[in-house]
């Protein structure tokens, strides 16, 4: 029997209309598979450095992965890993980022279009930093989601805000945030600041971590110079039923953008002990 890995583009439409791209990635052998979906980060995108391969070991290990953009993060389908719609990216909200994964989490649940052999009572999620802090709200408000791993991820949204952008939304209606990698220089409008503000309880990560009642491992590094393990360790004691796995290699484990061939070890190790984490809680 053929045991192919296979990878398909798709898209679907969250509740404002808004288009969302992604990938799913399998092996074809005539079983139908769980399901792991992944939420990129702040600046991210679905195909950053080794965010495809992480697809491909997923795929390899009996899963079916999926990897999405946010509709509003900043890259097009003809631009995948450029910031080139820098108003969508000025404009993108948290809320706007739930709306997201739930249109993805829809579409696996109806199908996936047929395209890919899903098995919708085995979904998991995860999500890497502000992808992480997505993937703790949607996970305990969604009825589906069985398991759930969070690497790197934020403990707060309106906490890591600061004075001084929130000086910017109020005085000018706009900051800025710099992209270290690309050199750009990218707008955050003040409809975050606004509809954060507004959705207070929702977006209440820490809490949520509280209310989490499926299996859950926390992945951080110690040494993460963009979100402190600190974040990690609060909604460890928000989730005392979570697993807390300690790590290394910063933010991104050692991953970097361009990735090169070989996979550093650093995040080989979180690699492993994801899948550790999902073939436990969503194989049969």
Known sequence: ??????????????????????????????RVKPVVIFCHGFKGFKDWGPFPEWGRELARSGFVAVHFNFSYNGVTPEHPTEFVDLDAFADNTYTRELD?????????????????????????LMGHSRGGGIAILHAERSEVIKSLVTWSAVDTFF?????????????????????????????????????????????????AAGRVDIPWMIVHATDDESVDVAAARRLADAQPEAIFLEASGGHTFGGAHPHENDVPATLREVWNATLSHFNQTLML
């Open 100 to 124: 997201d994964v739930a249109a993805v989490t829809d579409y696996i649940v109806d199908g996936a279009d047929g395209i890919a052999p899903i098995d919708v009572e085995r979904i998991g």
């Open 159 to 207: 906490g890591r805000f600061g004075r001084e952008r929130i000086r910017d939304w109020k005085e000018q209606g706009y900051t800025e945030v710099r992209n270290s990698r690309t050199g750009q220089t990218m707008r955050l409008n003040k409809v975050l600041y606004d509809d954060t503000e507004a959705h207070r309880d929702l977006l209440d990560i820490t809490s």
């Open 1 to 30: 029997m053929s045991t192919e890995l296979r990878e398909a583009s798709f898209s679907t439409e969250n509740v404002h209309g808004d288009v969302v791209h992604g990938d799913l990635r399998w092996l074809e052998d005539g």
